[in-house]
């Protein structure tokens, strides 16, 4: 039998692609990037993700983790935690603890028609409804929600509109 065409055809190089490129994707593949700086800050490029993991105190995944059958067998066995790196969890639960900025803003479109509609109306909905400045036909609740909303997102901005408009009607 003779051979398949294709084995015996040499492999020519091929110009079309970037040897670079496909070189840096390869190492990207082997060496992903993390995401967490405290992980990334002690992470060791000689050793596996498992010992990595294990320096730090954390565990790779829940296999063999979960459910505990006996609870003789775990009193028995004192738990291995060579814990060479405990800063790293440390370090997590601080930012954990630490409560984020709430990110919910409101378009600067909307805080005008807010303060529009309170300058001309006060807390009357059901006339802020009517107005014709209401050009997207929002129900009573509609606009009460909106404003609500911009209390909760700028709660000083309307603290000082509602003070400067007292301040306005007492003259």
Known sequence: MGKIKKSRNRSKFNYNKNKKKLKKKIRRKEKPHIDCPQIRKAWDEHKTVKQNL??????LGTKGMLPIKNKKEMESKPAETNVLKP?????????????????TTCSTDMTEYVQYMVKEHNEDYKAM????????QD??????????FYKRCHPKEYAAFIASLQSQKSI
């Open 129 to 136: 409804a009517r107005d014709e400045k209401n050009y997207y």
């Open 139 to 148: 129900t009573p609740k509609q606009i009460k929600r909106k404003v609500e």
């Open 54 to 59: 294990q320096d730090m105190g954390l565990s």
């Open 87 to 103: 800063y790293v969890i440390e370090a997590m639960e601080v930012e954990a603890s630490l409560r984020g900025e709430s990110r």
